[in-house]
């Protein structure tokens, strides 16, 4: 068995490598429809020119989830690149079947041969085609009987009811963000996912090796589109991310941008009740975990990141705990022009020491000192 699959995987590489017609293999049991069978080669062979060249064509892409959908398409670009496991992946179609009257979900497989001959499955792609040759990704087909409620600027999709006070919470915080920011807030579609491994499969990716067994974490924003971090009605960390991109004119700063979304945010990250973890909450648990560990430094902590100091979950980091103490020193001091200055500081460590002490006076020197008493005083 194992040689006969070897052997099949070698043709339909080679059919990959550009010795053959087509870019993407065609798998000798795939069932293509006849009324799919004559343009579906010549319809993945356009697709993935484009997206070899990073930028799909609107003409390709269903118009209902076209951003979100390009997107998505074009971080399939590199995959059949080589690394340290393979010299280079095939790509091939391994499924195809009907979702409808007009339409069809194709199932797509990148692999490729390791260094001991053995077969590695990289990464696993499903895809919508509609009757008229676009394509999407396959959210909308996977949530078709999902319920949508919608609050404020943002439609929730979900298999169950929603929290709505979260959800409230979060609408304001769109809105809220946005006004500091001086961009309006979007309208958005969440979609709320068990886990991450859901929410790549609602965005198309059936299978990723880099995302193998990764499940707290969410997805977005994309395309004014957002995938839950388990569960979560609240994802104001990283729509914090998303409006600073709007208005950020320098390299994003690490530290900076992680701070102010610790605070104007979450922490991303829920704790075991499924609640998003906030300020209110890590400051206490670092004041604890400082006042444990004596003669810790804080400048060394910072810049080590200092994971696990917190027990709400164990991915919360001290370093931008203490980022969004300062941040709030900033804006108490400068208000929100202070916070642009600081996300347009420019990328590193040196920038964000080099504006936090124009605008509040904190360089490494005195970071020690400023952070407890900043510790001190939070309520």
């Not at 070897?6 to 293509?32: K, N, Y």
């Not at 919470?169 to 809105?175: A, E, P, V």
């Amino acid at each position: 068995m194992r040689s006969l699959f070897f052997s099949t995987f070698l043709v339909l590489f080679v059919t990959f490598d550009g010795r053959g017609q087509h870019l993407v293999a065609v798998g000798p049991a795939i069932g293509i429809p006849d009324t799919l069978r004559g343009r579906l080669p010549a319809l993945l062979d356009t697709l993935f020119a484009q997206i070899n060249r990073g930028k799909v064509d609107p003409s390709l892409l269903d118009p209902r989830h076209a951003e979100l959908t390009a997107d998505i398409l074009v971080s399939l670009k590199g995959l059949t690149d080589g690394d340290s496991v393979c010299a280079a992946y095939g790509v091939q179609l391994i499924n195809c079947y009907p979702t409808g009257a007009d339409g069809w979900l194709l199932s797509l497989a990148w692999s490729g041969v390791d260094h001991q001959g053995g077969v590695v499955l990289k990464t696993v792609f499903t895809v919508m085609l509609g009757g008229s040759g676009v394509f999407c990704v396959p959210v909308e087909y996977l949530t078709r009987s999902w319920a949508t409620t919608v609050v404020g600027n943002v439609t929730y999709h979900s298999p169950r009811p929603i929290n709505l006070e979260r959800a409230r919470l979060f609408d304001r915080k769109n809105t809220v963000i946005a006004g500091r920011l001086g961009v309006p807030p979007s309208r958005l579609q969440f979609y709320i996912c068990g886990d991450y491994q859901e929410a790549l499969a609602l965005l198309g990716y059936t299978y990723d090796i880099k995302s193998n067994g990764v499940t707290r974490r969410g997805a977005g924003v994309i395309a004014n589109t957002i995938f839950s971090v388990v569960n979560n009605e609240d994802f104001s960390h990283d729509l914090f991310h998303d409006y600073s991109y709007r208005v950020r004119t320098a390299r994003r700063n690490s530290a900076a941008e992680e701070g102010i979304a610790y605070s104007w945010g979450n922490a991303y990250y829920v704790d075991d009740r499924g609640e998003t973890i906030t300020m209110a909450e890590l400051v206490p648990d670092l004041r604890r975990w400082v006042a444990a560990h004596a003669g810790v430094g804080l400048l060394e902590l910072f810049r080590e990141g200092g994971v696990g100091f917190s027990l709400l979950a164990p991915e919360v980091s001290a370093r931008n705990t203490i980022a969004a103490l300062l941040s709030d020193e900033v804006e108490r001091e400068k208000g929100v022009a202070g916070i642009r200055q600081l996300i347009n500081c420019g990328a590193g460590d040196d920038n964000y020491f080099v504006a936090l002490n124009e605008l509040i006076g904190v360089n490494p020197a005195n970071f020690d000192a400023t952070v407890r008493a900043l510790l001190d005083v939070f309520k």
